[in-house]
T-cell receptor, first 109, second 115 residues
Framework: GQNIDQPTEMTATEGAIVQINCTYQTSGFNGLFWYQQHAGEAPTFLSY??LDGLEEKGRFSSFLSRSKGYSYLLLKELQMKDSASYLCAVMDSNYQLIWGAGTKLIIKP | GAVVSQHPSRVICKSGTSVKIECRSL??????MFWYRQFPKKSLMLMAT?????????EQGVEKDKFLINHASLTLSTLTVTSAHPEDSSFYIC???????????FGQGTRLTVV
């Protein structure tokens, strides 16, 4: 079956760095997405990786290893507003998104 | 970036009535749109895939007669929750596939409360 795994919850300190991991097993692969979702709001697109390697976008970076079925989202210089759920999703061979359950990130002062 | 507009953002309706939710792609033509439902503290659940000019493809367990989807144009898809019941209360989110084929843009979501 298809499966996306990511930690349920993580806690980090303001100003620090946090890495949120995502492992996947899907039928085919057409890219991996990371989304940020604040409580009660729709997800916001953060990144899209389809090739191996690191994509950097400001304070956020996303890494992909297709051979390992692994990705991570790296958040630097954490701010209180980064407290949110972070969703990992993989687009399978049918171009459908398979979703992880999300990682709730709690930022402490 | 591309913008997808979803309306209304919140709606409260009485049990037994129907509610229509609109999803518009404002600056690109979306041949395919997706409708999701999200329960509290859960991930997004795909309900159906909406294709312009043809019938929607529903996921297993989703009642097509209850959740009517119409994708009449390249920029508009609608989801109608018919004969709503309290258990239909949820957060409904649409997304639109860009012409390049990547699905990255979501509507703002609709919080439906059935009383």
């Amino acid at each position: 079956g298809q499966n996306i795994d990511q930690p349920t919850e993580m806690t980090a300190t303001e100003g620090a760095i946090v890495q949120i991991n995502c492992t996947y097993q899907t039928s085919g692969f057409n890219g991996l997405f990371w989304y940020q979702q604040h409580a009660g709001e729709a997800p916001t697109f953060l990144s899209y990786n389809v090739l191996d390697g690191l994509e950097e976008k400001g304070r956020f970076s996303s890494f992909l290893s297709r051979s390992k079925g692994y990705s991570y989202l790296l958040l630097k210089e954490l701010q209180m507003k980064d407290s949110a759920s972070y969703l990992c999703a993989v687009m399978d061979s049918n171009y459908q998104l398979i979703w992880g359950a999300g990682t709730k990130l709690i930022i402490k002062p | 970036g591309a913008v997808v507009s979803q309306h209304p953002s919140r709606v409260i309706c009485k049990s037994g009535t129907s509610v229509k939710i609109e999803c518009r792609s404002l600056d690109f033509q979306a041949t395919t749109m997706f409708w999701y439902r999200q329960f509290p503290k859960k991930s997004l659940m795909l309900m159906a895939t909406s294709n312009e000019g043809s019938k929607a493809t529903y996921e297993q367990g989703v009642e097509k007669d209850k959740f009517l989807i119409n994708h009449a144009s390249l920029t508009l898809s609608t989801l109608t929750v018919t004969s709503a019941h309290p258990e239909d209360s949820s957060f409904y989110i649409c997304s639109a596939r860009t012409p390049q084929g990547t699905e990255a843009f979501f509507g703002q979501g609709t919080r439906l409360t059935v009383v």
